[in-house]
């Protein structure tokens, strides 16, 4: 299964933006579904993370009330809507899953390519 991000594009603060990550066949329920993102001359970072099963969501410290992650299942989709957006949100975003509910990049071993979102202040 191959994961593609799509829906970056340039805003400007406050806006808001959605992006998609579809998955070319099945998201088993054993999977957690999340998106990274890496600003240029940062490491990668999480984001946000839904339970494929239970819709049980996590949330960065830093988006948490902003942003929202969600699914669509029978699309084999899911999306991070993003409100409020800010500067320093400016990162190539990226999907990726996992079986492990963690927060820690290593545990993701599934990743698409990333979409790219620059917001202008």
């Known amino acids: 299964v191959q994961l593609q991000a799509s829906g970056g594009g340039l805003v400007q603060a406050g806006d808001s933006l959605r992006l998609s990550c579809a998955a070319s066949g099945r998201i088993f329920s054993s999977w957690v579904m999340a998106w990274f993102r890496q600003a240029p001359g940062k490491e990668r970072e999480f984001v946000a993370a839904m339970r494929w099963s239970t819709s049980n969501t996590k949330y960065a410290d830093s988006v948490k009330g902003r942003f929202t992650i969600s699914k669509n299942n029978a699309e084999n989709t899911v999306y991070l809507q993003m409100n409020s957006v800010k500067p320093e949100d400016t990162a190539v975003y990226y999907c990726?899953?996992?079986?492990?509910?963690?927060?820690?990049?290593?545990?993701?071993?599934?990743w698409g390519p990333g979409t790219q979102v620059t917001v202008s202040s």
């Open positions: 990726a899953a996992s079986n492990q509910f963690t927060m820690q990049t290593t545990e993701y071993y599934r």
